[in-house]
Each structure stands twice: as C-alpha cells, then as structure tokens.
C-alpha cells in the first residue's frame, strides 16, 4: 500500500502541479515524476487510497441498508447524478455532493463530478478505444470546428506506451477507423451474442461486432490482479483489475518519491506573472479550512475535467488575460461536445433457453462505426457517424415483474433466468459549435465562494438526425439477426448523459482560433498544459478517455523535454 | 395487538362471523394474534396489512420461502419510509387507498377479508390492466415510462425485496459472488436457477 505524501504545506514550491488526479491527471503525475520532476498533485476531494477506502467492494445486496437503493437525501445531495441512474449506496460516495457544487443550466445539460483523489477513473466505463484518422481529419474535411494540429500517427506510439501499463483487453480487427490496441486476451461473448454477431456480420457487410474493448486485466500485469467477474468495478477493485489512477497510475507516481498530493485543495485560479510571461503558480482553497493558499511551479498541467478546467482558466484572470486564463482566441468555453446516448434497439433473443452463462462480465460488444467512412458513400442526412455499444442478458427483474402471473407458478418461473434480451445503443459524435458554451457566473456561488458555471448546450439537427439513423439501422440490425419483440428507442437524453463532455478549451494550429497548441500548451503561457477533456478538438463517436491518456503521457514528456531545454 | 383490533383499524369489523382464509393463512405462525407482528416505519397498520398480504398471495410460501418468510414486507416498508419523498408517500397512500376501494366496490370488502380466490380475482384483473415496465438499458427504462401503477409497482418491489434478500441470495438462487471467470456459454441445467445479482 503506497504511503502518499500529503503534507505539501512545508513545501509551496515544486518542479511541477497538476490540477486534479482523474484519468489524466493521474497519467500527468506518473509521467513528470517519472521523469524526476517533484510534483505536486492538487485533488480538490478527500483521499481515496487503493482498497483501504473502498467500503463497499465486497457488500452483497443484503449488506446495503437498502439494498443499495439512495434515501430520499441521499438523492438530493446528488440531485444532478440521479438524473444518470448510474449511483447507489454502493458509490454513492464516490460522487461529488450536488448540493455544495451547482451549477445553472441554461439548457439542460447533465454534469457529472466524482470530487475524491481518483476522480470519476474510479467509476468509468472503462470502455477504451483508439481514434483514428477518420476522427482527427473530420473538422478538416468538413470545416466545422478548426484542424486538429495532430494526427493519428502523432498518438500511435503514445497509445501503445499507455495501453501497456495500463491494460486493455480486446479483439484485433484491423479496422482503419478504430485502430486495434496493444491488447491483453478478450473477454468472451455470450452465446446469444455470439449468434446475433454472426447473423449480422452476415447480412450487413462491412459491419462488425466484438466483445468491448475495456480496461480491465484478463490477465495480470504489474502486480494486479486480473478481472474476477463479480461487476462490482464502480465501488473500487480489491484486485486492480480495472484501470483507476487510484491502482495505477497515482502508485506508479508516489514509488518514484518525487509525488505530494494534496487532498481537500480547490483550485481556483492560476497565478499569471506578466514580467516572465509566463504561469508561476496557482491558488487554491482548502475545502476543509476555507484557507487560501498559493502553490508555485515551474511548470502547470490542469486535468480537472473538462469543465473544471476551462472554470479554472476562465476564473484566472489579470491584466494580461482579463477574459480568461489563454483566451486570446475567445475560444475558451466553447464548442462543448457530448456523445448522443441512450437511442437504438432491443428485443428477445429465441431459441437459446438452455443456455445460460457464468460470471458477471463488466462489459459488452461493440460495433465500430459504419458509416460516412472514407471512399464510402456520404450520408446526406449527417456528417460524422456512430457506433454501438450493447449485449445480452437474461436478469431482467423488471421482466419478471411483467409476467402476466403471480403465487406459486410465478415464484417457480421467478427463480429461473429471464428470457433473453439483447440491446445495442448508438454514441453519435457531437459537431463543435461556437455557441454551445460555459460562461462563469458570479451571481452563482460554490460552499466556498468561487464562482460557478452557466452551461448553455445541446445537440443540434447533425446529432438528431445521426439518432434517427442510429434507430432506423439498430431495429433493422435486430430484425434481420431474427430477435422478437424489438422495440427501438430514443430517450432524447440531455447532452452530459454520455459523460463524454469534451472541448471548451481546443487544441488547434492558430492561436487566434484555438487555446491550445499541438503539445496541449497554452498557445499564450507555454508552461500551462491542458491535457483533460477541455483539449478536445473534435468528439469522434468513439469513447475519449483513452485519448486522454495517449494525448497527457505525449504532453507531459514534451514538458519535461521543454523544460530540460529551458524553453519553457 | 388482537384480532378484533386488527380487523377494526382496518375498518373492515363487520360484527358477523364469516371466512377470512387471507388473513389465516397469512399470521398462521401466530395463531392467537392477528395484525403484523412489527412496527411499521411508512405504514399504517391497515397499509402494513394489505401489503403484507399483497405480496404473500404474490411469493407465497412453497418449498421454498415465500416473501413474508424473508419480511420482503418489511423491507419494502424501510425503502418507502427512507427513499420516498413526500410527495411520492402521498401518492403511494392514495394509490392503496384506491386498491383497496375497488376491492371494496367490487367485492365488498377489503382485500385483505376477501377469500383467496377472490383475492386471485382481484390480481388477475390487476394483472390484466397494469401497464408494464419498459425495457431498460443499462438500468434506465427505454424510452417514455408510464406509470404502472400500484399493483406492478408493488409486484416489482416484492421481486426485489425477495432476490436481493439474503435468505434467498445465498440460499435458493445460485451464489456465487467472485466467479473469477466468465464462460460465455453452459447449459443452464448446469446452474439450474437464476444467479443472484
């Protein structure tokens, strides 16, 4: 167990600070202190120390006072996570208090925080694909947004030196749109799922299903355990058998002696210095003590979330920057981009009810994106495209509620497997619009006295229409691999319900029209690095976190190669 | 609390004598009493009586367990006493006190006085007009989710109540919490039940 230093008060100044210790933030930690660099990681919740802090991992329902289900306070404390329906007494503590931390959504917009050392790595999807060309080329080839300043081959080495350490199982297919990773072994289909693959890879050409893509160990590595099947990822794995910076990364950074990590520090702005031109440090309160205190560095790298960070830099203001810390272009806050979610198809699957499965995999299949490919026909309804993610099941207690019967035939029908079912859900990319934007809003307070965020998003007819095509092709997809009762579906959900929210603070070629350069420096403060979700320049439809991992280990070892060259 | 008073807080001492198997079979294990033998948290006691009875009829007791054997009752109490607001306990009262007017207007008499093929009568017409649950993806229904009122509503409850007890968790169905591996394929004759979540 990796004893972390927290005392940073006898020492205000590091080589380096990294705001946040979430998937990117935990990457940045590892790679500056790997590279010799003290560091010092701000982490604006308590301390959660791998397994020691994990509570629930081994609770079973009965264990939960209410079997896992939130009191009515409970859920007004989370009153924006609810709205997920992805937290329960199990996690519920590893989710930020909505009531201490609000927001105002000029349109709705659902923003999930996890406000602990670890951040939301600690409840991820832990679905991890590569970008490709397809994806850094698209602003390009369409003109929405502006250029990506890099391309799939300035990641690919990043990618395999990330995926190595940190572990991700799948299936090579050899796709050009979703490059294959440095794999450990895939995890297994279903029966059923293996049965609707091969019916649609039959009668679709061209499209292909595989078991997800995720960050768990099928086998160990470094030290932790591979994946036991017990689907209880989201309370913390006694086995490190999923990637969190709280197994992963933040240990590899604390073994090197060179990582301080300060728990309870809100950071509120960073410190510009006008003479050197350059960030010196930041400020921060302590959500314990409501001190302030300043912290200095050589060099900054804010991974504090999307929207964190851009609150961050948008409240960092001086005569220098009196629109926000970077924001020479007017970039910053805007073009906020969310995944679609919640919109496809589901239905029975017959003829399979003798068979059964062992285990609770953390994971699905996944159907890479089909259309709007390159020597492709283009749709004329969307730009972009889609995926799906999805699986099959028989555990469906809400089935068995509807079963047309009730006494003793029920409860004998009742102790047996439901029926299967079998879904697919389409992830539409997001167009970077200008006006989809978070402003700060002053009238709006935290507990602590720093301003909030004003969100003012939504998806627009591109994403509307790529919905309607992902329902139109996923009730086709289940018809033709034989499925009954197919219902297609589309919850019109929010943007912020893909809990992929990306951009506010673009990485681009023209300071004029971008915030970041192609290293995630500020194009105007060389030593501030952005490297979360806020960098994004683009949304692909495929899921981001990888790419933040590929796209920080790439940033912070040219920091330290910056900074060894006394460039920066 | 005795008979007599269970049946008059219920409202439904008629002063005659007359069949009441539910309630029987119901508190068999405690011949002399009639009522619950807890105190509920959200409940009335008339309420407490009707759920408990509700669901006994839903997951009787067989050879195996039925809810009230793992106070599915109970739990169900707690949830509602801890997880509804207000405004959602207002409603749940309403929607009783209407279940158990209609088996008043059409039977009579309250459910938990009628026979138990009356009472089968009463689920069966339940059944029949109850909306049903949507399908859900990743534990949120798909697509616009009507109310199912009272009768699914409390049906779904018992379910729940009833697997994720630890009787019939670690008992009854098939427990297996760290099955360190997954196989994609076996023959359910080989489980044999259902996995507890």
Redesign the interface.
């Known amino acids: 167990m990796p004893n972390y230093n927290i005392d940073a008060k006898k020492d205000m100044t590091y080589d380096a600070i990294v705001i946040g210790s979430g998937i990117s933030g935990g990457w940045a930690a590892k790679e500056l202190c790997e590279k010799g660099l003290k560091t010092l990681v701000l982490e604006r919740g308590r301390m959660v120390e791998h397994v020691k802090d994990y509570p629930t991992m081994n609770n079973d329902p009965w264990d939960l006072e209410l079997r896992g289900a939130l009191t009515s306070k409970e859920k007004q404390k989370h009153k924006y996570v609810v709205r997920s329906g992805f937290i329960g007494k199990d996690t519920e503590h590893f989710f930020a208090n909505d009531e201490e931390n609000p927001y105002t959504e000029k349109k709705p917009f659902l923003w999930i925080r996890a406000h602990q050392m670890g951040g939301r790595s600690l409840v991820w999807g832990k679905q991890t694909y590569r970008w490709s060309d397809l994806d850094f080329e698209a602003n390009a080839k369409d003109g929405y947004g502006v250029d990506w300043p890099i391309r799939y081959n300035d990641l690919a080495p990043w990618y395999t030196y990330v995926e190595k350490f940190a572990g991700i199982s799948g299936e090579a297919l050899g796709l050009p749109q979703l490059p294959d990773s440095h794999f450990l072994p895939p995890m297994e289909l279903n029966c059923v799922e293996k049965h609707v693959k091969s019916r649609i890879e039959k009668e679709f050409p061209g499209r292909h299903m595989i078991v997800g893509r995720v960050a768990h160990l099928t086998q160990p590595l470094n030290g932790r355990g591979q994946c036991q099947y017990r689907n209880r990822c989201s309370r913390g794995c006694p086995y490190g058998a999923y990637f969190s910076s709280n197994s992963v990364t933040l240990p590899a950074a604390n073994a090197t002696g060179n990582l301080t990590i300060r728990p309870y520090s809100i950071v509120e702005s960073i410190i510009y210095d006008e003479k050197k031109e350059k960030a010196v440090g930041v400020r921060i309160v302590d959500a314990e003590t409501n001190q302030s205190y300043s912290f200095y560095s050589k060099i900054i790298f804010s991974n504090a979330s999307t929207l964190s960070t851009t609150q961050i830099l948008l409240n960092s203001t001086s005569s220098r920057f009196e629109n926000g810390f970077g924001n020479d272009s007017g970039e910053l806050g805007h073009n906020l981009m969310d995944h679609t979610y919640r919109v496809g198809a589901m239905g029975n699957v017959d003829g399979f009810e003798n068979e059964y499965y062992k285990g609770r995999r953390p994971n699905g299949i996944y159907i890479p994106r089909y259309v709007n490919l390159q020597g492709q026909k283009q749709s004329k309804d969307f730009l972009r495209g889609f995926g799906f993610q999805g699986g099959g099941g028989r555990s469906d207690l809400k089935a068995a509620a509807n079963l047309p019967s009730f006494g003793a035939d029920f409860k004998r029908a009742l102790m047996q497997p439901e029926p299967w079912e079998f879904f697919i859900t389409g992830f539409a990319e997001c167009l970077p619009y200008h006006e989809n934007k978070v402003s700060l809003n002053k009238d709006v307070l935290d507990k602590w006295g720093t301003p909030t965020l004003t969100i003012d998003s939504e998806f627009k007819e591109n994403e509307k229409m790529a919905n309607r095509q992902i329902q139109k092709d996923a009730v086709e997809m289940l018809e033709k691999a034989g499925l009954s009762n197919i219902v297609g579906f589309d919850n019109e959900h929010e943007q912020g319900n893909g809990i992929h929210e990306m951009g506010t603070a673009r990485m681009g070629h023209d300071p004029k029209t971008s915030v970041l350069n192609k290293f995630n420096q500020v194009h105007a403060a060389k030593n501030v690095f952005v490297s979360d979700g806020a960098c994004m320049t683009s949304s692909s439809c495929v899921n981001p976190s990888l790419t933040y991992m590929a796209i920080t280990a790439r940033a912070a070892n040219h920091a330290v190669s910056e900074l060894n060259k006394q460039n920066i | 609390m005795n008979r007599r008073k269970a049946l008059q807080q219920a409202g439904i001492l008629t002063g005659g004598a007359f069949a009441i198997p539910g309630l029987l079979s119901l508190f068999e294990s405690c011949q002399s009493e009639v009522g619950i033998s807890w105190e509920p948290l959200f409940f009335s006691e008339p309420e407490a009586l009707l759920v408990s009875t509700l669901v006994d009829?839903?997951?009787?007791r067989?050879d195996?367990p039925?809810a009230l054997d793992v106070n599915a009752d109970r739990?169900m109490d707690?949830?509602y006493s801890?997880?509804?607001?207000e405004e959602e306990k207002n409603q749940l009262r309403a929607q009783i006190a209407s279940f158990d007017s209609e088996c008043k207007a059409n039977f009579g008499a309250s459910f938990v006085m009628l026979s138990t093929l009356e009472q089968?009568k009463v689920?069966e017409r339940a059944?029949?007009s109850s909306p049903?649950?949507?399908?859900?993806?990743?534990?949120?229904?798909?697509?616009r989710q009507q109310d199912v009122g009272f009768y699914?509503q409390t049906?779904?409850m018992a379910?729940?109540?009833?697997?994720?007890?630890?009787k019939i968790?670690?008992e009854?169905?098939a427990y297996?919490?760290?099955?360190?591996?997954?196989?994609?394929?076996?023959?359910?004759?080989?489980?044999g039940?259902?996995?507890?979540?």
Not at chain 2, 193 to 197: A, E, G, H, I, P
């Open positions: 009829v839903i997951l009787p067989t195996t039925g739990f707690l949830f801890k997880a509804l607001t089968n689920l059944e029949a049903k649950f949507n399908g859900s993806v990743w534990g949120t229904a798909v697509n699914r049906k779904s379910i729940w109540a009833y697997c994720s007890s630890e968790g670690k009854i169905l297996d919490p760290i099955p360190g591996e997954y196989i994609g394929c076996l023959p359910l004759s080989e489980i039940k259902r996995w507890t979540f």
